[in-house]
């Protein structure tokens, strides 16, 4: 089976909230093989049933082969190619727990089977567009946060939310360097969070994800530069005050919190005008929001977007 190009979708079909939300509770199921068959056999993990969801790009996605080996994944290693060389076989993603607390009534433990079970899981295919001006297209497999969140009852206190990834010096070499606070954190305003595009991904391209790319679960925000997608998450806070976040503390003037894809703030040692798409040579033009302003330009309505990069 071939890996086919993202349908085309208009933008008036991908504009409207309500359009939105009815489209995804009337998709048809759809089995999760896909690029599976062109998979080397030692990417291959467990296929994952899912339902098709709403496509966000009009765009060919990323070859699998060029997501799972240029990768972020500070925790083993800085450079590019280190992740899927290091992480797989390295990181055990089970059993896999996530602690849930802060302003929240039902706080607790959950085993990510209960955490991901209740829902349904479904494909997005976004961008994800890095700070250091690459982009991909990507087909995630996961559960939108808000509905994950949810069940754990944030009280009226819950402003933001803050996730942590695990930090394991036997597992994750990269914690030899103290190039990052560990463990790496990052976190969401509520109303970013509860947003139905921010997902909660445990796959990808039909199936889990690899390693190197943040399994068992990590965060997918679409409008947000990659590094607020933070990897392997084992810890989720409900707070009344702004977390403190990884990239934030390592460089305050160069990461804010907002993190939006913004091509008219430039990062202060580069452009955020244009981006290279992995896998191609030309340069396209970034779009606000990482092309998603339509549905949440509305979040950010009378804030100064360069006063809050
Ligand atoms: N825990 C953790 N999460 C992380 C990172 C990291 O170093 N550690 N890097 C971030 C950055 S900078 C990017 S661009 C994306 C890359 O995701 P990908 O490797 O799946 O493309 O992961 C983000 N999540
Ligand atoms: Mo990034």
Redesign the pocket.
């Known amino acids: 089976m071939l890996i086919r190009p993202a349908p085309h979708i208009r933008e008036s079909e991908i504009t409207d909230q309500r359009l939105y939300l009815n489209r995804r509770s009337f998709m048809a199921l759809g089995a999760g093989l896909g690029a599976a068959a062109l998979l080397p056999r030692r990417a291959l993990a467990a296929p994952l049933d899912y339902t098709k969801g709403v496509v966000t790009v009009d765009e060919p996605q990323t070859p699998f082969e060029a997501?799972s080996t240029y990768?972020?994944?500070?925790?083993f290693g800085t450079d590019k190619e280190d992740p899927a060389r290091v992480a797989p076989g390295r990181l055990k993603v089970a059993p896999w727990n996530v602690a849930v607390s802060g302003e929240c009534a039902k706080p607790g433990t959950v085993a990510l089977e209960d955490l991901i079970k209740p829902h349904r899981l479904e494909e997005r295919i976004t961008r994800?567009r890095?700070v250091e001006a690459w982009s991909?297209v990507i087909p995630w497999v996961g559960v939108p946060l808000a509905e994950v969140l949810k069940r754990f009852e944030p009280t009226s206190k819950a402003k933001y939310v803050e996730f942590t990834?695990l930090a394991d010096r036997d597992q994750m070499p990269g914690l030899r360097s103290s190039i990052l606070d560990w463990p790496?954190t990052e976190g969401l305003r509520m109303d970013e969070a509860m947003h139905p595009l921010t997902l909660l991904a445990v796959g990808m391209y039909g199936r889990e994800l690899p390693a190197?790319?943040?399994a068992p679960l990590r965060l997918v925000v679409p409008w947000k530069y990659?590094?607020k997608?933070?990897?392997?998450i084992v810890r989720i806070r409900f707070s009344e005050t702004q977390p403190a976040t990884a990239w934030n503390k390592y460089a305050p003037r160069e990461y804010g919190f907002y993190s939006n894809v913004n091509p008219a703030v430039d990062h202060p040692r580069w452009s955020q005008a244009k981006e290279r798409r992995i896998g191609e040579f030309r340069r396209r033009d970034t779009l606000p929001f990482n092309g998603y302003a339509e549905q949440v330009a509305g979040l950010y309505a009378g804030m100064d977007l360069k006063a809050n990069y």
Do not use: D, R
């Open positions: 997501a990768n972020n994944y500070y925790e994800l890095c991909m990834t790496y190197q790319n943040g990659g590094f997608s933070i990897k392997s």
